[in-house]
Each structure stands twice: as C-alpha cells, then as structure tokens.
C-alpha cells in the first residue's frame, strides 16, 4: 500500500496511479524533463515503464536530465527505440553504443547551461516533467530527493508534471536543498552566494497542483555508486598532488583550508580526497557537482565543514550510514539546483580548487575528457568545463598510460579538445605533476614531457616535440604525424608500433 | 616645454626626466607591467627607449601589459632582444615571427585572467609600472588615456611607478574611465554591475605618490586604427547575420535592441555594426573591449545607447572628431579594467551577443582563432575565449577561404582548438550562416556543410564526413585524414590537391 501520507496535498490523493499507466502519458515526439544526476534521485518506475511501452508502440522522445540515470534506464530506452534526443549528460554503456552508431541524436553540453539554453528558448519546451520525490506538500511544492539537478527547471516550465514518491527515502530529507531560480527569465540577477554554504532560495520545488497529472510511489534505492577499488596510479597521483599543495601552502598561496574543492567521480578524486582526510588540513569545504562517499569520511574525520553539491551519490553502505544519522550530516550538506552549483560567477567568486579527469592531455596541456580516437563519446563533458574555465586552479588528473600499456594518454596532440590550455593549470599522473602555470607553450610541453610521461613513451614524445621545435611556431606541431600513436592504435592495437622518422 | 600644470601634485614635478633617463630604471630581469589596449593608451617614449637600451646594454624583461601596444613598439623591443616573456596579447608582425621561431615566451592569456593571476601569485611580481596618462591628480592619482587595460593592477601592485604624461590627449578626458579594483585580494566580492552603464568605481588609477619614480612627457596620438575597406565577404556575412537577428526578434527571443554586442575588431565585425547602424533596430548598447568608429557611428545615428569597453581604439579622423565634440560622447561611453569588461559573471549577467572572428572552423563548429596549421601564432586568443564561454549567444564569423581560395577555412578538424564546440553557437561565413544551437555533433556538420562551405571546398568536406560516418563515432572522425587539407597546403601551396581516398 502506498504511503498516501506523502501526499499533504489532499485532493492530488486520485492522482496516483501506476507506472504504466503514467508513461501513457508520455507520447510520441514529447519533450521530458526528468529529475536525476549522477545516477542518483532519478525516475526509477515512469520511465522504466516507458522503455517497456517503446517496445510495442512507437514512442520517441527528447529526454532531458540533470546529468546520468542510473538503474540501466538510459540503457532500456535507448534499446528500445524511445529516446530521439538526449540531453545533456548519459554515462549508460549501452545508450552510449548507440550514440556512437548514430542511432540517436546526443547533445552533450556543459551541465550549467542547459536552465539557461531552456530559458532562452534554444531548446524545445519542456512538454512533462517527472521528478523523484520524497513527498508532495500541501500546496503541491515537491520536496526532492538525493539530486536536485535540472528539476526545478523542468517543473516550472513543463506544462504537466509526473511525481514519483519514493518512499525508499526518509520525509527527514526535507531541508538539505536550496532550490534557486532566477525571477528574471533572462537571468540579469545577481547570484549572491559568497560563501559554500550559503542558502539563496527554498528547501522545496514549487509546484502549481494543476500541473500535477499523475503520481506514481516507488520504493527503490538510487543505484549504488561503485566502490574505488584501491588502486596504485590513484594513489601516486593523489600523493603528487597533496606535496603540490604542501608547497603552495608553504608559498603562502593557499592555507590549511585551502579553497572550496570540486572533485569529479571515480577512483583518482576519491583517492585524492582520502588524502586530504589522511593530511594536515582544517575547515575544508566543498562546492562541487557530486557528494561521495569521500565526501562523508571527510565529514566525520572532522576535517570538512561543508560540502554543496547537485547530488549524492553514495555507496550502499555509506547511503545507509547517511540516512541512519542525518542530524549529523543535516546542516553540513546543501543541494542545489545544477546551474548553481557549475555557475561561473559562484566558482570564480568562491575560488575554486577543480579536479577533474582527463581521458587523455596532450604535451601542450590541451585536454580531452570526453572522445575515444576523437571519434567515440565515453560520457559527455559533464560540469568538467564550467570549472575548468572558472576555477582558481583547475587540475587534471589521469593515469599516463591505459590497457596495460598499449595507450600512452599523453599524446602529441589531442584527439578532441574539451579543455583548452588556457584552462589547464596543472596536469598529474601517478608519474608527476606538471605546474603549467605562467609557461609558454613549449615550457608546458617541457614540465608535461619531463614530470607526466610513462616511460614507454618518452623518447617518442621527446622526438616528436625536438623535431616539430625545429620546423617552429609558437606551439609546434607535425600535423603529418600527430596523431600517429592513435593510427598506431586503430592498426595493431597499441600505440608503440616504431614510428617512421618524418624529418 | 612640458606642460607641467599636468602635474597636480606640485612636489613630483621634480620626477620629469626624460624617456632614456626613465629607461634607465628598467634593469635586465624586471617585470614590467606597462598601459596599452589595442593599440590605444599605450607607452609611446619610455618603451621605445627600453628597446633603443637595450641595442647596446643587455636588458631583459618580462613585459605584460592590457593587450596589444602601437607604434611599432613590440617588434622594436623584440628585435633588440629586450623581451624574454611577454603576456599576455599582442598582434606585432616582427614580434609574432620572434615568437615563431621560440626567440621569446609568449604566455597567451585570456585577457581577463591577467590581473587575477598577478593577484593570487601566479605570475612574477610586478617591477616597475609604465602608465600613460592625461594627467596627475593632487593626491598622486593617475587620470589614464584612451585604455584602461590592467593599467589599475600594475599601479597597485607595482613597486614602481612611470608616468608617461600624454599632451596630446586632452585632459578633459577624465570621467569616463571607471576604475574597480576587488578590495579583497582574492577578489571574493560579488561585482555588481547589472546594467552596461553602470559605474562601480572611481574615474582615476590611485597611486601613492612615493611609487612615482618618473615622470616623461609625451605629445603623440595613438596608432591609428586601420579604417577597413568595403570588402564584398564582410557584407554578406553581415548580411547574413542581420537576417539571423530579425528572425530572432520575429521568434521573440530577441528585441529590436538585441542584447548588449561585444565585437572583435577588423573588417567583418565593422560591417556587422554599420549594418545595425543602417538596421531597424534602437536603443543598442555594447559591453566589449575595443570601443571603435563603428560604436561611435552607432551613437552618432542615435541607435546605440552606451558603449562599455576597455579602449577606443579609433582612426584618426574619427579621433579627431570624438576629441573635438567630447561633451557629446562623454555621457555615452565607459572605459573599463579589462578583468571587468571581460568578466564571465558580467558578461553572463548581462547576456552579450558575442561576435568573434575565426581563423578556421571545424565541421562540428570547434574554432581556431590564434595558430596556422596549429603551430604559428597570429595574435593570440585575446578576449574572444571569455565571450564566447560566458555569452548569450557566441557567433563566430569568418571567409570561407582566404589565399585566393587556396585556403578553406572550413576543414576538417581544426588543427587548434581556442573555442569548443559547446562555446560556438553561429557560424557565418558569406556563403551562408549556420545556426548550431540545439544541434548535435552530426547535426552541427550538415548545418556547416550545407550553409558555410565554399563551393569549391563542398565536395571534398562532404565527402570526409560522410566517409567518417561510415566509421562511427558521436563525432565522427579519420583521424588519418583529418589534416589532409593542411598537408597538402604545406606541400603544394593549396589545399585543392586531390585527396586519395582511404576507404
Ligand atoms: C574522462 C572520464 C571518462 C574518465 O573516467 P574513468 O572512469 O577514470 O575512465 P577510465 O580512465 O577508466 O577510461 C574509461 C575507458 O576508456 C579507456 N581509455 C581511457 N583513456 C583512453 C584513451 N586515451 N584512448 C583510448 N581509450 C582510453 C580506458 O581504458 C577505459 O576502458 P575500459 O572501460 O575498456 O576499461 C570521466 O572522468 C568523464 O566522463 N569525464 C567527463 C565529465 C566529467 O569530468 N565529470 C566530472 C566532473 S563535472
Ligand atoms: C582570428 C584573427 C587573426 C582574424 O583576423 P583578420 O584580420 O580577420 O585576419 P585574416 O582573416 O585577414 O587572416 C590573417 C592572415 O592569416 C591568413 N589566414 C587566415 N586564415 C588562415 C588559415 N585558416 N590558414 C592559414 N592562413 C590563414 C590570412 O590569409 C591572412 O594572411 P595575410 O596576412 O598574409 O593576408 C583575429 O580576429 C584574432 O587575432 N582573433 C583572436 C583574438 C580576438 O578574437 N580578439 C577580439 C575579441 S576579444
């Protein structure tokens, strides 16, 4: 039996109804909003039931997101033919073969842009919103769940709204999220957040009843974040960068708090952020995309006193830790809208640390986080451009070498450019760390050649750089040869096939 | 004589030396921070006579200044070997084939992140000042020229001060500079400017009078700008693009008077805002960086409001004409820090119109706008990085040949990336503009294909994309053949060469 007492708003009580009828709703062509990022507080039943529905009648949407889904639902519509454009981020292996074959239009963009690009008129309307709900209040306000992402966007511009209560999260959620949005539909007001945890809007998402067409509970947890296995590279480059920032410390650049961090997911931040629980730091803070299970243990090391973010997505195990004391961590955590939490104006205002992973630098400090051979989308550039672009110090993080050593991810010159670098201030793999700031190019390309590089690589990338030095410019290049480690590739499958002297 | 009554503060007057005597205070190894914004402000004696110095006495500094200098005085510094670094633009033939050929370090930096990275000690600290200047104030103030630049932050960081009094600039130009310096040096306060008029500080640079070490006297205009001659490709591009605005105005996504315009200097963006002059439009304003005859025709014809930049950057006719009738323009422009004019927060806030120029673009809208074949520097990527990021609507505009036609500007892949396709949102070139906003990666190349391409180009560009369709990917690439057109230039002097296919 549903749980109607998530339901203060009592006439929208006949509202409820299952998941499959609820994709009923959603029809060929439409536009959806839906809540969710980082696989955490996304629709879990209505847009299941919609991959099931695709399969027996032609449906194609434009589905719209904070960031990834989780529960393979990306993945089940994509198969099934239901998703005509997505946008802005997906992170499903699945969705992400089809993107690949073109089988379906994917926008990536830049996780603060798409409110605005909404706003503006840039994309079409939202037609339907569905949003993950802890419950409904009495005048129709949604209280989120674990992400607040693009939800308050899409409810406010959708014209019908689907709610999904969850009841696998606690009422006692209510109060961790700060819901912003711009009065002014161009957006001309001043963002006043000057400090991580300062609160600028409400702690629900407002809601005309009128709009609410359907109510559909569910009771699953968000899909688990995995687990960082412990991992040498990860923690070697987490070493280099905790004695970078002893030293900036010791240059009286930064203080023990240092600056409010943005870490991005997987196992190199996390081992990083373990560092800084392990380290000599105080009063740290966070203003980031995405909490973590990192983010918890820092918490209760007594070194973080807040992190804002756009989501939580946790382990099993810490998730439950979380909700069993939520009094503990109430009042050191804020969500926010996504818009916020990527604002440009915030991050350079507040001065952030950014660390970010690339999938591959070249030895000019340009990166790419985003595109296989140039080629192949892995997931998206996510929030990793609006803090690169806007942060006090923006870092990238990689291993120098993948698939046992047959890529080398410092390349002469990158594949696909996420990241100019104009926006690269440090580059760090579990070889060294490359200080890029004040360089020129060719110093950049001496600190990465010197402190980034895998040794397999080095006299390859050091003979690219002296020969291309000697036909000159300003940032030398052979474009006759600089993607030949990537061709290498494409023949024999490694990158370390001898190259042929072009000079 | 000099006119010494430009000296308020009557115990420096003692400080008048000459400009080789004030060259003397510049040592080899010092950090010089000097005035000049394309061209308009800048040290006209005492850098010319660093450069004569340093012929016969080994003299090497790091220069930063504004942006670009006039009078030559880059390629003289250059070639007398006086520069070791210099940041962070510039546009000086001699000094660019310098740069080439690894003679000095360039730091090409987004214009808006100097004063920043001088502040959080990113950069070396700040020597000695060269600030050009229509007079001294009572209290040591200094009254800037026709740039403010990072005039601001030299002086306060500077341990040195070098007047270079300017007597050809009329001193009734005090008033319309408005001089911001963040108080808090890590520059964590919320910058309130909501409107392109609005002041935030005060019309004089404050400077300490013990700082001012010398003081020159100059008597000589800027460098003229260059007045473009009507140019058949810039008309159409302009065409093109006031065709785009009146069907944004018919969308209701815009007014007839836009949004505040930043343009880039040259022959294209001229004939854009002489179209908006000739245009239905009212009530216009500019928030830029050069202020130039076109924005004075615009106030002229009573269609431009205000116009916020960092430097008027004028020829000389219309220098005359603006200095002879300042009352009429003094109330209607605004000369601005360029960490202001070029700040992300502003610039989102106000929602800019972006109108950029590119060297060569991609088929999936990546732009460079700084290297040929991605080694030789032209200029550098200037201002155009913080507009296009943080703009409303970022429009690139571009031929879609150059050489005659032995060069497309359209290609490929670009063989530099200042500009990622999430940062570009309109291309025009004269054959057509292509509207990427919403698009995805396949989408953006069909509209840059169909609408930008030049004739001769169409086949072959056609072809590389659909061949690399066959391959796959979200944007698909060979990455073999992504340089073909750039090789053959280089081998035969054309792209045209007939590509053998790969497939
Ligand atoms: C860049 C990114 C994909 C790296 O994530 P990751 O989990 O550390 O990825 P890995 O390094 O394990 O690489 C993923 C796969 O690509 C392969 N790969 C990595 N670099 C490669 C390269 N240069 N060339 C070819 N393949 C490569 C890996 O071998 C791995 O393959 P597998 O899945 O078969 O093992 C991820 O951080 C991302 O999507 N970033 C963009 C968005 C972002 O930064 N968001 C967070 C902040 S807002
Ligand atoms: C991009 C930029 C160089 C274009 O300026 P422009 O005056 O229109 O330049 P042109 O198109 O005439 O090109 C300059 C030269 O490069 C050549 N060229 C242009 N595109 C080329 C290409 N794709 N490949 C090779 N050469 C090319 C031109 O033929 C010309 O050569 P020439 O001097 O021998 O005649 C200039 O706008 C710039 O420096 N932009 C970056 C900074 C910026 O945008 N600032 C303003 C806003 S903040």
């Keep these: 039996m549903p749980d109607t007492s998530r339901i203060k708003h009592t006439s929208l009580a006949s509202k409820v ?3 499959s009828q609820a994709a009923e709703l959603i029809h060929d062509g439409m536009v959806v909003g839906a809540s969710g990022f980082t696989r955490s507080g996304d629709s879990k039943a209505v847009l299941a039931a919609l991959a099931e529905k695709a399969e027996y009648e032609h449906t194609r949407i434009t589905l719209m997101t904070g960031a990834s889904l989780g529960q393979g639902t990306d993945g089940a519509l994509a198969t099934a033919g239901a998703i005509a454009v997505r946008l802005p981020f997906q992170s499903d292996p699945v969705m992400r073969t089809i993107i690949n074959e073109g089988g379906l239009s994917y926008i990536d963009e830049n996780l603060s842009e798409t409110a605005a690009h909404i ?9 339907i919103a569905i949003i993950e709900a802890a419950y409904i209040e009495a005048d129709g306000s949604i209280v989120p769940t674990t992400s607040v ?10 014209r019908q709204v689907i709610v999904e209560i969850n009841e696998a ?3 006692g959620i209510r109060g961790i999220h700060d819901v912003y949005l711009p009065e002014d539909p161009t957006g001309r007001a001043i963002l ?11 702690d629900v998402i407002s809601c005309d009843p009128e709009k609410i067409v359907s109510i559909v509970f569910t009771n699953q947890k968000d899909s688990p974040a995995e687990t960082a296995a412990d991992n040498a590279a990860a923690t070697a480059i987490a070493r280099h960068l905790l004695h970078f920032f002893e030293n900036e410390i010791a240059a009286g650049r930064l203080t023990r708090s240092l600056r409010p961090i943005q870490a991005g997911i997987g196992k190199i931040a996390d081992a990083v952020l373990s560092g800084l629980a392990q380290g000599d730091f105080e009063h740290l803070t966070m203003y980031s995309e995405v909490l973590q299970d990192s983010t918890c243990r820092l918490i209760d090391s007594g070194k973080m006193d807040f992190a804002s973010g756009s989501s939580m997505t946790l382990s099993e195990g810490c998730y439950r830790r979380v909700f069993a004391d939520f009094e503990h961590y109430r009042h050191k955590i804020l969500l926010r809208p996504q818009d916020i939490t990527n604002a440009a104006e915030v991050i350079q205002r507040l001065g952030i640390i950014a660390i970010n992973t690339a999938l591959e630098c070249d030895i000019y400090g340009n990166v790419n986080s985003s595109h296989i051979v140039g080629s192949h989308i892995v997931n998206g550039i996510g929030g990793s451009a609006d803090f690169a672009q806007n942060s006090y110090l923006s870092i990238f993080v990689t291993e ?8 080398s991810r410092i390349v002469p010159m990158v594949t696909h450019v996420d990241h100019s670098e104009h926006d690269v201030d440090v580059i760090v793999t579990e070889q060294g760390l490359a200080d890029l700031r004040g360089l020129s190019p060719r110093q950049k390309a001496q600190a990465i050649l010197s402190r980034c590089v895998h040794p397999d690589y080095q006299a390859e990338l050091n003979s690219y750089f002296e020969r291309a030095c000697l036909r000159g410019g300003h940032t030398p290049h052979l474009l006759e040869e600089a993607f030949q480690l990537h061709t290498n590739l494409a023949g024999t499958g490694s990158m370390k096939t001898p190259i042929p002297e072009s000079i």
Tied chains: 1, 2.
């Design 192 to 202: 006043p957040i000057t400090e991580v945890w300062q609160r600028i809007g409400q």
């Design 400 to 407: 120098s070498i993948t698939k046992g050593g047959k890529i």
């Design 119 to 127: 706003r503006n008129g840039f994309l079409p309307p939202v037609d």
């Design 17 to 19: 109804m299952s998941s």
């Design 149 to 158: 992402g693009n939800s308050a966007i899409f409810v406010q511009q959708a």
């Design 169 to 171: 999260v606690p009422t």
